[in-house]
Nanobody
């Protein structure tokens, strides 16, 4: 089991930027799938960005393409999410998720494929 700890959230005005971090407790080199999920107030948790370690391929939800960038630093077992041009609808909790092995055909934005989750970091965007 991987312990995941998110950080970097905060309150920003629309158009601003944040970089979220997800520190993993164990060695995450090799084959793994990791993702960032957003849960807006009163709504379901949805995948916004994901990465597959072997190919380095990434995937993004349509609502964040061009604004969010997922990246990883294997040296310190950290996953990042760079968020630019923040919008009020980006408000909510952001969770990091991980699983060893592939992302399966459903892809890294599918909530059900993940075994391990962090507790989240809050992002609030004001207009």
């Amino acid at each position: 089991q991987v312990r995941l700890v998110e950080s970097g959230g905060g309150s920003v005005q629309a158009g601003g930027s944040l970089r979220l971090s997800c520190a993993a407790s164990t060695y995450t080199r090799g084959e793994y799938c990791m993702g960032w999920f957003h849960q807006a107030p009163g709504k379901e948790r949805e995948g916004v960005a994901g990465v597959y370690s072997i190919s380095g391929s990434t995937d993004y939800s349509d609502s964040v393409k061009g604004r969010f960038t997922i990246s990883q630093d294997n040296a310190d077992n950290t996953l990042y999410l760079q968020i630019n041009n923040l919008k009020p609808e980006d408000t909510g909790m952001y969770y990091c998720a991980a699983r060893p092995g592939p992302c399966w055909t459903s892809g890294p934005l599918t909530r059900s494929i993940y075994n391990d989750w962090g507790r989240g970091t809050q992002v609030t965007v004001s207009s």
